[in-house]
């Protein structure tokens, strides 16, 4: 697998599974809408309260994965990085992209305690379980630039 097709993956699904730690060390999920940027970063928003928001400015290190929830989806990426909130320029052209794909969070933009995550990569894994041997490949940092 290439690196422009573990894009196009990633870029698919509208949504991905976000992990992060609490500070008892319990591992939290949630859904989230996300966007990805050419340099493979994810970014989505969220309500500072939320657990995520929470545990992200205790621990900013994040695992997201993509896939499908379709019955017969065999093709999935684990990913792992480190969270950031962007400000300024940085975070107008990252909002302009999300906002491109959800334009709900225009309306978003206005909630009290609305906040934005860029991940920054530091690994990932695709799995493609279609075929006999599986098709894994693994991406370390130096892949993403």
Known sequence: MKREDLLRFMREPRYAVV???SASGRPQSAIVGVVVTDQFEVFFDTLAPSRKAINLQADPHIAVVFGSLEPGSTKTVQYEGIADQPT???LATLAEQYLAK???GVERQ???GITYYRVRPTWARYSDFSQTPPQICEFDAGTFS
């Open 88 to 90: 300024g320029l940085e």
């Open 110 to 112: 206005s909630w009290p």
């Open 19 to 21: 992990s992060t730690v």
């Open 102 to 104: 959800f334009p709900a």
